[in-house]
C-alpha cells in the first residue's frame, strides 16, 4: 500500500532502520513462501478472505491500543473498500491462483514489477506524477526482463504456465492502482494505521461471503495449512503493514522502496531451502533486467558517483 507518512521524515537510514527493512524484506517474502504451502490444501477465496480477515483483527487491535478516533462518514468507508479491493482482494486471488502452478520465487519476482507499473498509472493518472525519460527507460528494461524471462523459460520448457504468471503481473497492476488511490488518504490526513485497518475490513467484507458462497466451509483441511493461511494474515499482513508505516514514517517513501529489492531474494532462498524450488537461467537474466529497470526509476545509484 502507498500511503503518504503521518509526519516528518528523514532521509537518512539508520542502523535499526536497516534491520527493520531486512525484517520487513524477509516477513514479505516469507508471505510467498507461505502462500506457496496454503494454496495446495485451501482454496484460494478461502486463503485470501482468512488473511485478510485475520489482517483486519490484528490492525483494529492497533488502532484500538492507539486510541485512533474512528471516522464514521460513508465517504470514507466507500473508499475502504474501493482500497480493500485494488491493494488485498483482486492482487491477493490473483498471486495466490498464480502460485498454485508456479513457484513462490517467481511470483516474487514478477511482484517486484509493482513500481514499473506505478510509473505509468501514476504518469497516466496524476497530473503532478510526470514521469522522467530515465523512469520510463527503467520501465521498458523492467518489462523487457519480464518478457525475456517469460520467452524464454518457453523456449526452454520449463512448463511455467503463462496464465499464472500474467495473474501475477496483474496483481503488480493492481498494486499500482492502488498506490494511485491510496493518496487520498494521505491528503486526507488519515492516520496510516487506521486507512490499512479500514482497507483490510473493505476486503474482508468482500472476500468472505464470496468465499463462503463459491468454496464452502473447506472439509478435512490440514492444520497445517490453516497455520499458514492464519500466519500471512497476523504477520504477513496486518504486523506487516505496521512496520511499513513505521520505516516509512522514519526513514521516508523513497528508503522503504528498497523492499522491492529485497524482497525476491527472500523469497527466492525460502523457496529454495524448503519447498525445493529451482529458478532456472532464464528467471535470473529476468530478474537483473527488472532490478536494472527499478534501479533507474529510482534513481539513487546513478546520482551516487556525481555527488
Known amino acids: 500500500m502507498t500511503a503518504a507518512a503521518p509526519h516528518a521524515i528523514s532521509s537518512r537510514m539508520m542502523p535499526s532502520d536497516w534491520a527493520q527493512l531486512l525484517l520487513l524484506s524477509l516477513i514479505w517474502g516469507g508471505s510467498f513462501f507461505l502462500t506457496g504451502i496454503a494454496v495446495k490444501g485451501l482454496p484460494v477465496l ?106 524464454l523459460d518457453t523456449i526452454a520448457g520449463h512448463g511455467h504456465a503463462l496464465l499464472p504468471q500474467l495473474a501475477v503481473l496483474g496483481a503488480a497492476l493492481s498494486y499500482a492502482f492502488a498506490g494511485a488511490f491510496g493518496r487520498r488518504f494521505g491528503r486526507m490526513g488519515l492516520d496510516p494505521i487506521l486507512a490499512a485497518a479500514g482497507m483490510v475490513t473493505g476486503s474482508s467484507v468482500m472476500m ?70 529451482v529458478l532456472g537461467p532464464a528467471h535470473v537474466i529476468g530478474m537483473v533486467m527488472i532490478a536494472l529497470g527499478l534501479i533507474l526509476i529510482d534513481g539513487r545509484l546513478i546520482r551516487w558517483p556525481r555527488r
Open 208 to 277: 468472505i461471503p464470496a468465499a463462503l458462497a463459491l468454496d464452502g466451509w473447506p472439509q478435512g483441511v490440514a492444520a497445517t495449512y490453516w497455520l499458514a493461511a492464519v500466519t500471512i494474515g497476523v504477520v504477513g499482513t496486518g504486523l506487516a503493514y505496521v512496520m511499513y508505516f513505521r520505516i516509512l514514517a522514519r526513514a521516508g517513501a523513497t528508503n522503504i522502496s528498497l523492499v522491492t529489492f529485497l524482497v525476491p531474494v527472500s523469497a527466492i532462498l525460502l523457496g529454495w531451502l524448503f519447498l525445493g524450488e
Open 46 to 151: 478461502t486463503l485470501v478472505a482468512v488473511r485478510v480477515f485475520v489482517a483486519a483483527l490484528v490492525l483494529w487491535a492497533v488502532v484500538w491500543a492507539r486510541g485512533t478516533r474512528i471516522p464514521r462518514a460513508p465517504a470514507i468507508w466507500g473508499m475502504f473498500l474501493v482500497m480493500g479491493a485494488l491493494n488485498n482482494a483482486i492482487p491477493f486471488m490473483l498471486i495466490a491462483w498464480g502460485q498454485r502452478s508456479i513457484p513462490s520465487g517467481l511470483a516474487s519476482i514478477l511482484n517486484a514489477t509493482t513500481p514499473l507499473f506505478t510509473v505509468l498509472v501514476s504518469a497516466a493518472l496524476l497530473a503532478d506524477e510526470r514521469a522522467s525519460a530515465q523512469k520510463f527507460a527503467g520501465v521498458l528494461m523492467g518489462l523487457a526482463g519480464v518478457a525475456v524471462m517469460m520467452g
